[in-house]
Every structure is written in structure tokens, then in C-alpha cells.
């Protein structure tokens, strides 16, 4: 069984920043694409950052330039660094993985974690 383990998240000041990290577990033969997720309140779950196989990063503009998408595939991981954090980027922030295990290819996704930003 496969399963994602985000840490990270928090509250900080406006300006500050936080590291997000997300691990995968279980019988995983590989792994695809690599990205993170957020949903702010009243909002629609969008896309923040991935990163695929070939090193290729996607950002969405919202955080060109203030935030780093980072994989480990030896350590199954994948970690969001967020530096000059605004208010606008409190939410609840989901890991995604596209993972090839025993029985299939599926997307699965991590548990939530709360990025509060104050200002």
C-alpha cells in the first residue's frame, strides 16, 4: 500500500518562509511526476509546482520566483521551499505523486497541511 507523509506548514509571518516536504512509502516500483497542490478558503484546489522525470518544474505565476519545487527520488520525496510568503498564500497545501506500484499506476495524494501566513 502506498501512502504519501507530508511535514511541514505552519503559521508565519508576511515575508517569512516555510519548507514543505512529502514522502512516499510502500511498494512502489516508480515514481512520475511530483507536485504540490494548495486550496485556499472558498477557492478550487490549484496547482502550485511539479516537477516531472525528466527535471523539468512548472510554477503557477502566483509563485514564480519565491518558491522551489525539489525531488529526491532515491528518498522518494519531494519538498516545497516558500520564501517572501503574503498572505495570499495561506491555505492548505496537498503533495501528489503519479506512482507505479505492484498493481497499477495511480495519482495519489498526501494529507493536507495548513500554511497560515500572517500579516
Not at 515575508?15 to 494548495?38: D, E, K, P, Q, V
Request: hydrophobic share 35%; net charge positive.
Amino acid at each position: 500500500q502506498v501512502q504519501l507523509a507530508v511535514s511541514g506548514g505552519g503559521t508565519v509571518q508576511s515575508g517569512g518562509s516555510l519548507r514543505l516536504s512529502c514522502r512516499a512509502s510502500g511498494n512502489i516500483f516508480g515514481i512520475g511526476a511530483m507536485a504540490w497542490f494548495r486550496q485556499a478558503p472558498g477557492k478550487e484546489r490549484e496547482l502550485v509546482a511539479r516537477s516531472d522525470t525528466t527535471g523539468l518544474v512548472h510554477y503557477a505565476d502566483s509563485v514564480k520566483g519565491r518558491f522551489t519545487i525539489s525531488r529526491d527520488n532515491a528518498k522518494k520525496t519531494v519538498t516545497l521551499q516558500m520564501n517572501s510568503l503574503s498572505s495570499e498564500d495561506t491555505a492548505i497545501y496537498f503533495c501528489n505523486m503519479i506512482i507505479r506500484s505492484t498493481a497499477d499506476i495511480m495519482i495519489y495524494w498526501g494529507q493536507g497541511t495548513q500554511v497560515n501566513v500572517s500579516s
